[in-house]
């Protein structure tokens, strides 16, 4: 089974910069990492699961949300069946434990129920 592993979150004032990772091993159903389209959520205490980004497993411009366009940048390397979420001029607002998704196909999708395989989420806080 295709399992997704995220690293790279910690602890930054505001204003600073992460670059999360999440690598992807293994397949499901004989479909491997270039396979998936992949996206990044986030979940603060209290609040639901919410879109960041994404991209098709095609590669080409990424999905962002109105809340990260301009500050986060998503990315992927299919040959080290990776992607990337680069964030820049962080706020307290964006503290939450973010999670990379995968789901079959090129669509890419805001809802975390259309996909299908999670890894474990990373931590990131800001602080003011």
């Known amino acids: 089974q295709v399992q997704l592993v995220e690293s790279g979150g910690g602890l930054v004032q505001a204003g600073g910069s992460l670059r999360l990772s999440c690598s992807a091993s293994?397949?499901?159903?004989?479909?491997?990492?270039?396979?998936?389209?992949v996206g990044w959520f986030r979940q603060a205490p209290g609040k639901e699961r919410e879109f960041v980004a994404a991209?098709?497993?095609?590669?080409?411009?990424?999905d962002h949300a109105n809340s990260v366009k301009g500050r986060f940048t998503m990315s992927r390397d299919n040959a080290k069946s990776t992607v990337y979420l680069h964030m820049d001029s962080l706020s307290p607002e964006d503290t939450a434990v973010y999670y990379c998704?995968?789901?079959?196909?090129?669509?890419?999708?805001?809802?975390?129920?259309?996909?299908?395989?999670w890894g474990q989420g990373t931590q990131v806080t800001v602080s003011s």
């Open positions: 998704a995968a789901r079959p196909g090129r669509a890419t999708a805001t809802y975390p129920g259309n996909y299908d395989v």
């Open positions: 293994g397949r499901t159903n004989g479909r491997t990492f270039s396979s998936y389209t």
């Open positions: 991209v098709s497993r095609d590669g080409g411009s990424p």
